[in-house]
Every structure is written in structure tokens, then in C-alpha cells.
């Protein structure tokens, strides 16, 4: 049988209703096995752990930082895989995180959540967790990726790098740029042709650590992401020592108007402070030419990230700006794990 290093964060797979409230239970992490093992039998040698336990929406930096630091303190190679049950809130920014640390890893490791409290016969939970032991067991390749019942009730397997947060409606997932890696089917891998899509063999090949040590995270990252109306001189830039601007589809964003709506002076206030200001998600138009707006962007001096989630763009800044092992505009230059999709 495989051997699974199963970690428990919490989240909703994690948590039980008293009342009318759903908060976390540690005893429901091992029912989360129990249950497995109930309908399913047998099918691994699972070892849990629990570094963590809490809502997802309440992680912060200390929060990365306790959950780092256990990553980085697993052999990876003693195990078959790893399986990191996490909240659905911001499980598209811990799967990102644990993509660029662990792109080197020698195994799957895979990320899941449920949609409900696992006692609720509606949850999607262990079917998830089931399709991330499958995939382990079965699909022969190695990376990070996240096991996720897509709208369809399809089980999805995700790029751990390109997920993007849950539509809150529907509480789906869907990644960045439209195509899941693949599916699981009987317990089978089916892989998703794509143009998008890296093929299985390059998830085979191997990967060289970016990092020998995990990042401390200390240094914040402001993110802004513009809406018609938005008042830019509301965000002080005196203690930031970096931005994303997350920006229109188009990569645009205001640059004309009033001081307070138009993105420019911020930028020049964020220059004049020596705060590194990023854009994303630019697209390479060599044919097609730049929008007015977007050149302004660039003209101002914002550095370019192309064809990246907000997700994956925040994550990787968080750990550029907290680690010293490389200078952080050169890494965020670098592709980590499929984070930037090919032009189209």
C-alpha cells in the first residue's frame, strides 16, 4: 500500500456544527479517515499530522510561517505522497504558496477542502480526498495540485499554481485560464489536452529547489485591484515596501482625472518612497499594440507580470520580498510551477 502523509489545517473539512455555529473540531480531522476508510477500505497507509488547526480565512503570515516550517521539515522522499486538507477560503493562496516551495518535491502533493462540514451528507469532502489518494496512488506523476469537485461534479485536478478563489455562489473553484489539469475518472487519471496545459512528462521531469530554508514572512504585500471610482490616495505607501496592482482584464487601470482616481500619482508616491510597484496580469502585444492606458502603466514604471492569477502574483511576491536566497525582482522573473500561462 502507498504511504500517505496526510497534514490537517483545519478548514471546513476539519470543522463540525454545534448549534447553528461551524467552527473547527480536531476530532473531525480523524473522522475525515474514518470515514474513508468506512466506505472504502484499506487502500493506504495513511500517517495524520496536525500542525495547524484553524478557519482558513484566519491565516496570516504566522500562519505561512508555522505551516513553512513543517513543510520544510518533512522528507519528502519517505513517502509516496502528502495530502494538505486546508479551508476552501484561501486555499488558492496556500496552494500557490506550497507550489513555489515544493516545486522540487520527489511526490504528489496534493491539497484538498470540502464544501460542507463532512457530517453534512451534502459535502463534496471525501470525495475530494478520495481523488487526491487516487491520484497518489494512480497517476504516476509528481508536483502540487488540488483535488476539487468542479460544477459539473466532475472530480478536477488542478495545477496547484492556477487555482483561483471559489465563486462564492457556487463555492467551485476554477483555474486560471480556464483549464483543469485533468480528472479523475474510477480512479483513474485523465489528463485535460490543453494548450494551456503543461504535458504529463513535464510534471515528470525533475525540478531544482528555488529555496533551501523556508521564507519568514515579516514584510507585507499591499495588493490593489481597481474599480471604477477608486480612491487611490486612501491607501498610505510610507511603511510599503511593495504593491501589486492587480489590474483590469486588459491590464489597464485608470490614468486619467482627478489625482485621487487616476493610478499615476500613486505610483509616483510609491516611487518617490522606493516602493517596488508590480502590474498584473499583462499579456505580450507585440502584434496587437498597447492600450493607451497600459502604456502609461509601464511608462510610470510599473514592472510587468504576465499571465498570472492574482493569487499566484500575491503569493510569489510574499515570498520574494521575505526571503534572501535571491534577489527578489530576478525570482519574480522566474516560472516556479506553471504559474504563467502561455500566450495565446
Known sequence: MKKILIV??????????????????????????????????????????????????????????????????????????????????????????????????????MLTAADRPLADVKSNGLENFKAAVD??????????????????????????SRLCQADAYL?????????????????AFIPNISPCNPKPEELRADQKPVFTQPPVFITPVLMVQPYPNMQYDLFPVQNTKVVLLYLYHSATACTQGEEAT?????????????????????????????????HALLQAGVAPLFNISPEAAYTKLCIAYNQNETEP????????????????
Not at 491520484?135 to 495545477?159: C, E, H, M, P
Not at 485560464?177 to 474510477?186: L, V
Open 8 to 109: 490537517f489545517t483545519g478548514g471546513t473539512i476539519g470543522s463540525r456544527t454545534q448549534g447553528r455555529i461551524i467552527n473547527v473540531d480536531r476530532r473531525q480531522s480523524h473522522a475525515l479517515l474514518s470515514q474513508y476508510v468506512q466506505k472504502y477500505g484499506e487502500t493506504a497507509n495513511f500517517l495524520p499530522v496536525q500542525p495547524l488547526q484553524l478557519l482558513s480565512e484566519n491565516t496570516t503570515y504566522s500562519t505561512w510561517n508555522r505551516l513553512c516550517a513543517y513543510l520544510f521539515s518533512i522528507d519528502l522522499q519517505a513517502f509516496d505522497g502528502v495530502i494538505i486538507t486546508h479551508g476552501s477560503d484561501t486555499l488558492s493562496y496556500t496552494a500557490a504558496l506550497v507550489s513555489f516551495l515544493l516545486r522540487h518535491t520527489p511526490v504528489p502533493v
Open 135 to 160: 491520484f497518489i496512488t494512480n497517476a504516476g506523476l509528481k508536483g502540487v495540485f488540488v483535488s476539487y469537485r468542479d460544477k459539473q461534479g466532475k472530480q478536477a485536478i488542478y495545477l496547484a
Open 171 to 187: 463555492d467551485v473553484f476554477t483555474p486560471f485560464g480556464g483549464a483543469p489539469f485533468g480528472y479523475m475518472e474510477h480512479g
Open 262 to 294: 487616476s493610478v499615476l500619482p500613486f505610483i509616483e508616491r510609491c516611487r518617490r518612497q522606493k516602493t517596488a510597484v508590480y502590474g498584473a496580469s499583462f499579456k505580450r502585444r507585440q502584434a496587437s499594440g498597447l492600450y493607451a492606458t497600459e
Open 329 to 344: 525582482e530576478r525570482l519574480m522573473q522566474q516560472t516556479l510551477f506553471f504559474e504563467t500561462l502561455p500566450e495565446r
